[in-house]
């Protein structure tokens, strides 16, 4: 059975400052996708990646950027020069390749506050 | 182009009672999914649809809950005999039905059982 673990519970931050949330996952298949989403205190999950199980390939945008290690099955998120506006819960997610209804299995979520 | 809509945001009942919502997912997108979230917890999976047909049922999903997606278009999510554990924020998903989707999430519905 496929599982995420988020074990930042909160998170805070002063403005300006760099902050990295940890995701770890468990999953049998070899071919699996995994997301991070952003939910705002208005409650909708807003999409911000999708990396596939075969591109370990860092990414950044902007001053997000994400960290895939298949070695240690991490996923994990950085922020750089924190703001305010990126106060939200985040959530790492993973689907499975199988053929099937590519459901998402989400971790607990991490809480980040930015103070100002 | 619009985004996932949800209908109602809110809906606050009292225990017994039965209730229904709505998801109108982003035009042209196959597959559409129902999720469940309690406080504190991450999104949980319900059910799936793949055009009209519900292809997969968790087995959260108790027999009080149906689903239904008529056409292949908007989604309903009905609760019946509604209990306070059934309390939660109901988050409705589509996706464009490719190999490699990503699921886009509507607001919400906030359910409240008194």
């Known amino acids: 059975a496929q599982k995420v673990t988020q074990a930042q519970t909160e998170i805070s931050v002063v403005e300006k400052e760099d902050v990295t949330l940890d995701c770890v996952y468990e999953?049998?298949?070899?071919?699996?996708?995994l997301f991070w989403y952003k939910q705002p205190p208005s409650g909708e999950l807003v999409f911000l990646i999708r990396r596939n199980s075969f591109d370990e390939q860092n990414e950044i945008s902007g001053r997000y950027s994400w960290n895939f290690q298949k070695s240690t099955s991490s996923f994990n998120f950085t922020i750089t020069a924190s703001q305010v506006v990126d106060s939200a819960v985040y959530f790492c997610?993973?689907?499975?390749?199988?053929?099937?209804?590519?459901?998402?299995?989400f971790g607990k979520g991490t809480k980040l506050s930015v103070i100002p | 182009d619009t985004g996932v809509s949800q209908d109602p945001r809110h809906k606050i009942t009292k225990r017994g009672q039965n209730v229904t919502f709505r998801c109108d997912p982003i035009s042209e997108h196959n597959r559409l999914y129902w999720y469940r979230q309690t406080l504190g917890q991450g999104p949980e999976f319900l059910t799936y649809f793949q055009n009209e047909a519900q292809l997969e049922k968790s087995r959260l999903l108790s027999d009080r809950f149906s689903a239904e997606r008529p056409k292949g278009s908007f989604s309903t999510l009905e609760i019946q005999r509604t209990e306070q554990g059934d309390s939660a924020m109901y988050l409705c998903?589509?996706?464009?039905?490719?190999?490699?989707?990503?699921?886009?999430f509507g607001p919400g519905t906030r359910l409240t059982v008194l």
């Open positions: 999953t049998r298949d070899t071919t699996y996708y």
């Open positions: 998903a589509s996706s464009p039905g490719l190999r490699t989707d990503t699921q886009y």
């Open positions: 997610a993973l689907s499975e390749g199988r053929a099937g209804s590519y459901q998402l299995t």
